[in-house]
């Protein structure tokens, strides 16, 4: 049986092999690097959920500030994503593509966290 949880079992899992050595950043909350990857891909796949609500209801953001940090988001969290696609569907991939994921994801988190400070501000009755 699928279940909508399945994806991100086998992601956790893979991330865990794929910054088996790794540490996390300083300051964080995190037990292991594999958690925090975790952490990174399901906060930026959360925003991105909420602001395809939001860009459904009422209230869409037309702002150019919003619109650069949203493509600094995609474009840093590319890697991050890209790895996920490719262990879900099983294809293989080099060591030297998983550590560019690795060096990758403080970016992904920062830019999720900048655009989801941002959103806060231009919409006032959004629980961000």
Known sequence: ?????????????????????????????????????????KHQNQLISRLMLLADSDQPIEDEEFETKEQAMHDACQLLNEYAEHEISGDDMSWRFKMKVQDSIKNCDDSVLKLESLVAKLVKDHPF
């Open 1 to 41: 049986m699928y279940r909508a949880s399945t994806p991100l079992f086998v992601l956790s899992l893979a991330l865990f092999n794929l910054v088996g050595c790794a540490t996390t950043p300083a300051g964080s909350q995190h037990d292991s690097f594999a958690d925090y990857a975790e952490a990174v891909f």
